[in-house]
Protein backbone atom coordinates (compact mmCIF):
# COMPACT_ATOMS: atom_id res chain seq x y z
CA UNK A 1 0.00 0.00 0.00
CA UNK A 2 1.60 3.54 -1.09
CA UNK A 3 2.13 5.94 1.42
CA UNK A 4 3.38 9.60 0.51
CA UNK A 5 4.60 12.08 2.50
CA UNK A 6 5.59 16.08 1.13
CA UNK A 7 8.69 17.68 2.78
CA UNK A 8 10.18 21.27 1.70
CA UNK A 9 10.84 24.63 2.86
CA UNK A 10 7.59 26.31 3.88
CA UNK A 11 8.61 29.96 3.23
CA UNK A 12 10.03 30.73 -0.31
CA UNK A 13 11.11 34.30 -1.80
CA UNK A 14 9.50 36.13 -4.60
CA UNK A 15 11.60 35.11 -7.76
CA UNK A 16 13.52 32.29 -6.03
CA UNK A 17 12.67 28.40 -6.95
CA UNK A 18 10.29 26.46 -4.77
CA UNK A 19 11.06 23.21 -4.06
CA UNK A 20 9.21 19.88 -2.74
CA UNK A 21 10.13 16.62 -2.26
CA UNK A 22 7.84 13.63 -2.06
CA UNK A 23 9.41 10.49 -0.22
CA UNK A 24 7.10 7.32 -1.29
CA UNK A 25 6.71 4.05 0.77
CA UNK A 26 5.12 0.54 0.02
CA UNK A 27 6.35 0.99 -3.57
CA UNK A 28 9.11 1.50 -6.15
CA UNK A 29 8.81 5.31 -7.06
CA UNK A 30 10.27 3.96 -10.52
CA UNK A 31 7.16 1.91 -11.11
CA UNK A 32 4.55 4.82 -11.10
CA UNK A 33 3.27 8.03 -12.77
CA UNK A 34 3.23 10.89 -10.15
CA UNK A 35 1.46 14.09 -9.95
CA UNK A 36 1.80 17.32 -8.03
CA UNK A 37 -0.79 19.26 -7.35
CA UNK A 38 -1.73 22.90 -5.07
CA UNK A 39 -4.82 24.37 -3.27
CA UNK A 40 -4.36 27.81 -2.50
CA UNK A 41 -6.08 28.50 1.27
CA UNK A 42 -10.05 28.30 0.35
CA UNK A 43 -9.66 27.88 -2.88
CA UNK A 44 -10.07 24.67 -5.11
CA UNK A 45 -7.47 21.94 -6.82
CA UNK A 46 -5.36 22.64 -9.26
CA UNK A 47 -2.90 20.11 -11.18
CA UNK A 48 0.37 20.90 -11.84
CA UNK A 49 1.51 18.05 -13.63
CA UNK A 50 2.58 14.28 -14.02
CA UNK A 51 5.25 12.32 -14.59
CA UNK A 52 5.51 8.84 -16.39
CA UNK A 53 8.15 5.73 -15.12
CA UNK A 54 9.47 6.70 -18.40
CA UNK A 55 10.56 9.99 -17.79
CA UNK A 56 8.05 11.51 -19.73
CA UNK A 57 6.26 14.47 -18.25
CA UNK A 58 2.64 16.68 -18.59
CA UNK A 59 2.25 19.96 -17.05
CA UNK A 60 -0.78 22.52 -16.34
CA UNK A 61 -0.04 24.83 -19.52
CA UNK A 62 -0.87 27.68 -17.25
CA UNK A 63 2.47 26.52 -15.19
CA UNK A 64 4.68 24.74 -17.95
CA UNK A 65 7.41 27.01 -18.77
CA UNK A 66 8.15 27.42 -14.76
CA UNK A 67 7.48 23.36 -13.77
CA UNK A 68 9.80 20.67 -13.88
CA UNK A 69 9.62 17.70 -11.97
CA UNK A 70 11.98 14.67 -11.35
CA UNK A 71 12.65 11.47 -9.34
CA UNK A 72 15.38 10.10 -7.25
CA UNK A 73 15.37 6.11 -6.91
CA UNK A 74 17.96 5.83 -4.77
CA UNK A 75 16.11 7.95 -2.12
CA UNK A 76 12.41 6.67 -3.47
CA UNK A 77 11.48 10.24 -3.96
CA UNK A 78 9.45 12.69 -6.31
CA UNK A 79 10.39 16.09 -6.42
CA UNK A 80 8.56 19.16 -7.67
CA UNK A 81 10.61 22.59 -9.07
CA UNK A 82 8.49 25.94 -9.50
CA UNK A 83 10.61 28.76 -10.79
CA UNK A 84 10.04 32.85 -10.23
CA UNK A 85 7.71 32.04 -7.53
CA UNK A 86 5.31 35.13 -6.83
CA UNK A 87 2.47 35.03 -4.27
CA UNK A 88 0.04 33.33 -6.69
CA UNK A 89 2.04 30.47 -5.90
CA UNK A 90 1.29 30.58 -1.99
CA UNK A 91 -0.81 27.22 -1.45
CA UNK A 92 -0.69 23.83 0.12
CA UNK A 93 0.91 21.68 -2.37
CA UNK A 94 -0.23 17.89 -2.42
CA UNK A 95 2.16 15.11 -3.75
CA UNK A 96 0.01 12.09 -5.59
CA UNK A 97 0.31 8.74 -7.49
CA UNK A 98 -1.61 9.06 -10.99
CA UNK A 99 -3.72 5.49 -11.56
CA UNK A 100 -4.69 5.07 -14.77
CA UNK A 101 -6.71 8.33 -14.52
CA UNK A 102 -7.36 9.32 -10.87
CA UNK A 103 -5.71 9.97 -8.13
CA UNK A 104 -4.90 7.86 -5.16
CA UNK A 105 -3.38 8.10 -2.76
CA UNK A 106 -2.47 11.66 -1.95
CA UNK A 107 0.06 13.35 0.73
CA UNK A 108 -1.10 14.95 3.50
CA UNK A 109 -0.05 18.33 1.46
CA UNK A 110 2.88 21.05 3.00
CA UNK A 111 1.76 24.39 2.81
CA UNK A 112 4.29 26.67 1.10
CA UNK A 113 4.17 30.62 1.36
CA UNK A 114 6.01 32.33 -0.72
CA UNK A 115 6.94 36.33 0.68
CA UNK A 116 9.83 38.14 1.31
CA UNK B 1 -8.67 22.33 -22.26
CA UNK B 2 -12.68 20.82 -20.14
CA UNK B 3 -13.77 23.11 -17.79
CA UNK B 4 -16.11 20.89 -14.86
CA UNK B 5 -18.33 23.11 -13.41
CA UNK B 6 -20.10 21.98 -10.47
CA UNK B 7 -23.27 22.73 -8.77
CA UNK B 8 -24.50 23.94 -6.55
CA UNK B 9 -21.33 25.78 -4.69
CA UNK B 10 -22.99 25.11 -1.13
CA UNK B 11 -25.43 22.47 -0.73
CA UNK B 12 -27.09 22.47 2.72
CA UNK B 13 -28.84 19.21 3.84
CA UNK B 14 -29.70 17.39 7.29
CA UNK B 15 -28.33 13.58 8.53
CA UNK B 16 -30.04 11.08 6.80
CA UNK B 17 -31.27 13.39 3.61
CA UNK B 18 -30.01 12.39 0.13
CA UNK B 19 -27.46 14.54 -1.32
CA UNK B 20 -27.18 15.09 -5.28
CA UNK B 21 -23.93 16.33 -6.48
CA UNK B 22 -23.36 17.74 -10.47
CA UNK B 23 -20.62 18.33 -12.13
CA UNK B 24 -20.93 19.47 -15.78
CA UNK B 25 -18.41 19.53 -18.50
CA UNK B 26 -17.69 21.91 -21.32
CA UNK B 27 -17.07 18.80 -23.62
CA UNK B 28 -17.61 15.21 -23.61
CA UNK B 29 -15.61 13.16 -20.71
CA UNK B 30 -15.36 9.50 -20.98
CA UNK B 31 -17.08 7.64 -18.25
CA UNK B 32 -13.98 6.21 -17.47
CA UNK B 33 -11.79 9.46 -17.01
CA UNK B 34 -14.43 10.87 -14.58
CA UNK B 35 -13.61 11.07 -10.86
CA UNK B 36 -14.85 12.16 -7.30
CA UNK B 37 -12.93 13.23 -4.49
CA UNK B 38 -13.86 14.38 -0.64
CA UNK B 39 -11.89 16.75 1.29
CA UNK B 40 -12.54 17.18 5.10
CA UNK B 41 -10.92 20.67 6.65
CA UNK B 42 -7.07 20.36 6.76
CA UNK B 43 -6.83 16.83 4.85
CA UNK B 44 -5.79 15.88 1.80
CA UNK B 45 -8.68 15.11 -0.68
CA UNK B 46 -9.87 11.05 -0.33
CA UNK B 47 -10.86 9.56 -3.87
CA UNK B 48 -14.62 8.16 -3.63
CA UNK B 49 -15.36 7.38 -7.37
CA UNK B 50 -13.30 6.46 -10.66
CA UNK B 51 -14.96 5.83 -13.78
CA UNK B 52 -17.58 7.64 -13.46
CA UNK B 53 -19.44 5.09 -11.28
CA UNK B 54 -16.78 2.61 -9.23
CA UNK B 55 -16.53 3.08 -5.50
CA UNK B 56 -12.83 3.38 -4.61
CA UNK B 57 -11.45 0.41 -1.69
CA UNK B 58 -13.73 0.89 1.58
CA UNK B 59 -16.27 3.62 0.32
CA UNK B 60 -19.41 2.78 1.89
CA UNK B 61 -22.16 2.16 -0.97
CA UNK B 62 -24.48 5.38 0.42
CA UNK B 63 -21.87 6.65 -2.20
CA UNK B 64 -22.62 6.01 -5.84
CA UNK B 65 -21.56 7.82 -8.38
CA UNK B 66 -23.22 7.94 -12.77
CA UNK B 67 -23.74 9.97 -15.59
CA UNK B 68 -22.06 10.00 -19.09
CA UNK B 69 -20.77 12.36 -21.38
CA UNK B 70 -21.36 16.18 -20.39
CA UNK B 71 -23.52 15.70 -17.18
CA UNK B 72 -21.92 13.27 -14.15
CA UNK B 73 -23.88 13.00 -10.73
CA UNK B 74 -22.40 12.40 -7.15
CA UNK B 75 -25.35 10.84 -4.79
CA UNK B 76 -25.35 9.86 -1.07
CA UNK B 77 -27.75 8.20 -0.14
CA UNK B 78 -28.47 9.35 3.26
CA UNK B 79 -26.08 11.35 4.63
CA UNK B 80 -23.65 10.92 7.91
CA UNK B 81 -22.79 13.46 10.12
CA UNK B 82 -19.05 12.76 8.75
CA UNK B 83 -20.00 12.95 5.15
CA UNK B 84 -20.11 16.80 5.49
CA UNK B 85 -17.24 18.05 3.61
CA UNK B 86 -16.52 19.61 0.23
CA UNK B 87 -16.66 17.31 -2.80
CA UNK B 88 -14.95 17.64 -6.12
CA UNK B 89 -14.90 15.87 -9.65
CA UNK B 90 -11.93 15.18 -11.82
CA UNK B 91 -11.87 14.47 -15.60
CA UNK B 92 -8.58 13.35 -17.66
CA UNK B 93 -8.19 14.56 -21.07
CA UNK B 94 -5.68 15.14 -23.78
CA UNK B 95 -2.45 13.89 -21.20
CA UNK B 96 -4.57 17.17 -18.62
CA UNK B 97 -6.32 16.85 -15.58
CA UNK B 98 -8.92 19.42 -14.42
CA UNK B 99 -11.22 19.56 -11.41
CA UNK B 100 -14.24 21.35 -10.71
CA UNK B 101 -14.34 23.99 -8.15
CA UNK B 102 -16.19 22.10 -5.57
CA UNK B 103 -19.52 21.58 -3.92
CA UNK B 104 -19.75 22.05 0.04
CA UNK B 105 -21.86 19.95 1.78
CA UNK B 106 -23.00 21.57 4.93
CA UNK B 107 -24.83 20.74 7.80
CA UNK B 108 -28.25 22.63 7.76
Known amino acids: QLHLQESGPGLVKPLETLSLTCTVS????????WSWIRQPAGEGLEWIGR???????DYNPSLKSRVSMSVDTSKNQFSLKLNSVTAADTAVYYC??????????WGPGTLVTVSS | EIVLTQSPGTLSLSPGERATLSCRAS???????LAWYQQKPGQAPRLLISGASSRATGIPDRFSGSGSGTDFTLTISRLEPEDFAVYYC?????????FGQGTRLEIK
Open chain 2, 90 to 98: QQYGSSSMT
Open chain 1, 51 to 57: RSPSGST
Open chain 1, 96 to 105: AHWNYWWFDP
Open chain 2, 27 to 33: QSVSSTY
Open chain 1, 26 to 33: GGSVATYY
